[in-house]
């Protein structure tokens, strides 16, 4: 029988964080998709305006999914009439959710409205990096954590948004399906990296990457390409079309680290990936590229001393 999903939308909610859970969930084939909200027709960030929403319905199913996307600035939006009606709505499902019987899924600024109905007090949670200032401030009893993925608490999971979206949905097929059902959407989808919840949102493919310099962006594509590869500071340079030394010195200018440092941050995070998958230690380690275990925990604790 297919488990019953809720997309509660409101105006000015983010669109992947609609359509990207819901495309993920619909490639299983195993969700039925609802979208329902306080008002018949909303428009999304992207200008997408979706009509002929069902209204919050009064009783849920048992086993149903609600999901909360995220808003493009929940400051405003979550004080509207909509958002407002939408938070006394979540309220009557409270006792459902700390039952089991429903399960709650916010996406990025998602996690604000379901503290503001009293839903994350006493829950670990986490939200898009940029919200959890306010979430903290907001709900001051939830267990806000920094710089996650996701967070599962029970009955309820929270997100960083956007395409954390995608982890989630990715994550709730694997929970309701299993592990195979998981990866034969990931890889429709041509999702090569799903990340769990103990994944950092600032992970080392994207926290170096705020600088405008091309040739260091060269430079990190040829290196994210293949970071299992055992490339040398010259190899990389030469693809960047500078020369290794002047590659050295525009690392240290705008990433503040080695060209070996990014290189040994990306196997780590591989190596992170492999065992979350099941790899032991060794075959973990080799996959990454690393020479062994005992490498990459030398690694592991070199970086962990930083």
Request: with cysteine; net charge neutral.
């Amino acid at each position: 029988m297919l488990r019953d999903v809720f997309f509660v939308t409101l105006p000015g909610s983010l669109a992947l964080d609609l359509t990207g859970p819901a495309e993920t969930l619909r490639l299983s084939g195993q969700f039925s998709l609802h979208y329902v909200g306080p008002l018949a027709e909303v428009e999304l960030t992207t200008g997408l305006v979706v009509s002929r929403l069902a209204p919050l319905p009064d009783v849920l199913p048992d086993h149903s999914i609600i999901v909360l996307p995220g808003v493009n600035n929940s400051a405003t939006e979550f004080e509207t009439p909509p958002a407002q009606a939408a938070c006394r709505w979540l309220k009557m499902q409270k006792t459902r959710i700390e039952q089991g019987d429903i399960q709650l899924v916010c996406i990025c600024s998602g996690s604000l409205l379901a503290g503001m109905a009293g839903l994350l007090d006493g829950y670990q949670c986490t939200s898009h990096h940029a919200v959890i200032p306010r979430l903290r401030e907001r709900v001051p009893a939830a267990l806000v954590k920094d710089n996650r993925i996701f967070v599962e608490d029970r009955h309820i999971l929270t997100s960083a948004g956007i395409t954390a979206g995608i982890d989630v949905a990715l994550y709730l097929i694997g929970r309701h399906l299993g592990p195979q059902a998981a990866l034969d959407v990931a890889r429709e989808m041509v999702v090569y990296f799903r990340r769990t919840g103990e994944d950092p949102q600032l992970s080392p493919w994207l926290q170096y990457r705020n600088h405008l310099h091309p040739a260091v962006h060269r430079a990190q594509n040829v290196i994210a390409a293949e970071p299992e590869s055992p490339w040398q500071v010259e190899e990389v340079a030469a693809r960047a079309h500078i020369s290794g030394r002047h590659l050295t010195r525009l690392f240290r200018q705008y990433l503040g680290i080695s060209v070996r440092d990014y290189h040994e941050q990306l196997r780590i995070a591989i190596a992170r990936q492999r065992i979350q998958q099941g790899f032991g230690l060794e075959k973990a380690a080799l996959a990454a590229g690393f020479s062994s275990g005992r490498q990459l925990r030398r690694a592991q604790q070199r970086w962990q001393n930083e």
